[in-house]
């Protein structure tokens, strides 16, 4: 027992002195030499400073403490979103963001939110949630009904449409996608309408008086051009101006995103713009090349599907030949997604073939110095046994 009392002073002993460690040799309690620098030219190692286990365990205590809190007052939320007093539940999600924010306290508080008609608010931190995960469902799909409440229709279909490729099979999300999808042709015919009501107007004018008068004004003049427009012309014509006023718009809808393109950060945000450049090559190219290579893994994580992989490979050889050290950086980085090797054994036929044509005609022609580096990658891509 006495050698048990004495071990333990001993140690109590050699733990309260660990703060006072000498910094020079010591013979018979005498310095001897010049001080030891171990941490600093600048003066004696103070171990005390650079590592105080109380401190740390500390600092440790206090944020295990915070998360227990926060979870505390998250749950303490959903009792009070239980029973419908939505204020209570916002500040008690707000707490829990406080003391340590995530994904599900702010996905919870946007709840709230859409409860109370706080629509700008709940379609934040739907937004701030994302950003924590960008693959929790719930977020797309509140977010979803925040931008349909804001009148953001084109946007809700969006989230709607992510979250349902997510998760294929959820009903509820198939149920809201198709209101929201709804909600948007109505809109589309709204405005359609709207266009065609004008024409077919300008159309009946022109049956009852026989020539148009079409007034073309400038800065400078202005000039009256008459011309006659057979009436069993008009319903061609008018869809002629239709398709031309629709094309414009796109037009000019693509010129503006090509202003507005900024560098993704998640697999929703990428999917999002390259779908809103659909059909412009050049657009998408632009959106690829200012997304950094070595970000691809960390933006698509687990959410790279089989039809996105191959569309970046054909955006890619479409400027593989001018930027051929940056094609290939696309190439080597996109092997580093998460599941590559999955998507790249779940191609279809068709994509196979088609990636096959796309190697040896585009990639392997006009190999240069890259032939090795191509050759390698032929094989992450499957087209070598």
Not at 216 to 241: F, G, M, N
Request: hydrophobic share 35%; proline share 3%; glycine share 6%.
């Amino acid at each position: 027992m006495k050698l048990q009392a004495r071990g333990k002073q001993t140690l109590r002993e050699d733990w309260s002195h660990t703060s006072e460690l000498p910094t020079s040799p010591q013979v018979n309690g005498t310095r001897v030499g010049k001080p030891t620098s171990i941490g600093s030219a600048a003066g004696p190692y103070n171990y005390s400073e650079n590592y105080n286990p109380i401190s740390h365990l500390s600092s440790e205590l206090v944020s295990e403490e915070n998360n227990i809190n926060a979870n505390s007052e998250k749950e303490l939320g959903n009792e009070f979103f239980k029973l419908k007093k939505f204020n209570e539940a916002i500040d008690c999600y707000s707490r829990s963001i406080a003391l340590s924010p995530t994904a599900v306290a702010y996905a919870n508080r946007a709840m709230a939110y859409l409860k109370i008609k706080r629509f700008q608010e709940a379609e934040n931190d739907c937004t701030e949630a994302l950003n924590l995960d960008d693959r929790y469902i719930k977020a797309y799909s509140r977010r979803s009904t925040a931008w349909k409440e804001l009148g953001k229709l084109k946007e809700s279909i969006e989230d709607a449409e992510f979250a349902l490729k997510l998760e294929p099979q959820n009903q509820e999300i198939k149920k809201q996608y198709g209101e929201v999808k709804a909600l948007y042709e109505k809109e589309i015919l709204k405005r359609v309408s709207g266009a065609t009501g004008v024409f077919a107007q300008g159309a009946q004018i022109s049956g009852k008086s026989g020539p148009v008068i079409e007034s073309v004004s400038s800065s400078s003049q202005k000039l009256a051009e008459v011309r006659t427009i057979p009436a069993k012309k008009t319903h061609q014509e008018l869809d002629e101006s239709v398709q031309e006023l629709a094309a414009r718009a796109a037009d000019l809808a693509k010129t503006e995103a090509a202003k507005n393109i900024a560098a993704p950060n998640s697999a929703y945000q990428f999917e999002v713009s390259w779908r809103g450049l659909s059909g412009d090559r050049n657009l998408q190219t632009h959106l690829l090349k200012i997304t950094s290579p070595a970000m691809l893994p960390r933006i698509f994580k687990n959410a790279l599907s089989a039809s996105m992989l191959m569309d970046i490979l054909r955006c890619v050889a479409t400027f593989f030949i001018e930027d051929m050290n940056l094609a290939i950086r696309y190439l080597e980085d996109l092997t580093k997604v998460p599941r590559f090797d999955m998507i790249i054994m779940c191609l279809s036929s068709t994509d196979k073939s088609e990636l096959l044509k796309m190697w040896e005609e585009v990639f392997c022609k006009g190999a240069g110095g890259h032939t090795a580096t191509l050759g390698a990658l032929c094989f992450k891509y499957g087209l070598k046994q």
